[in-house]
C-alpha cells in the first residue's frame, strides 16, 4: 500500500490518466494504418478501456510482427489466443487461433518513449 501513498484513490487517477497518455500514443499510429485492425475500443479513453491493446495486421502474422519488434527495441509484446480460444475464432473470426492477435499492455510502469 505504500506504493500508493495516503490518498489511493488518487493515486490510483493518476495512474489511469497516464496509462491512458501511453496508449493515445500508440492508437494514434494504429488508427492511422488501414492495414490494422484494432479488437476491441479504438479511443484511448481511460473511461472505455483497460490499458491492453490486441490488434492484427492484413498480411502478417502477429508472431513475425512480435518477433520483429522484440529484435529491434526492448518492448515485449505477445501474440496468441491469450487462453480466450473461443474468442479469438468465434467472436474475433481469426482462423489461426494459435498466431491470435498482437497484444500491448501499456501500463504504469511504461513510458512514452
Known sequence: MEYFGSDVA??????????EK????????LNSNE???IYGERSARKELRVPVISFTIKGMQSRTLVEE???RS????????MYSH???KEVLG???VDDGV????LLHYNTGE
Open 102 to 105: 498482437v497484444r500491448v499492455s
Open 10 to 19: 488518487g493515486a490510483w487517477e493518476q495512474i489511469a490518466t497516464y496509462e
Open 74 to 81: 526492448p518492448f515485449g509484446f505477445r501474440n496468441g489466443h
Open 69 to 71: 519488434v522484440e529484435k
Open 35 to 37: 492495414r490494422i485492425t
Open 86 to 88: 473461443r474468442l479469438v
Open 22 to 29: 501511453l496508449q493515445g500514443i500508440i492508437l494514434e499510429y
Open 94 to 96: 481469426l482462423e489461426d
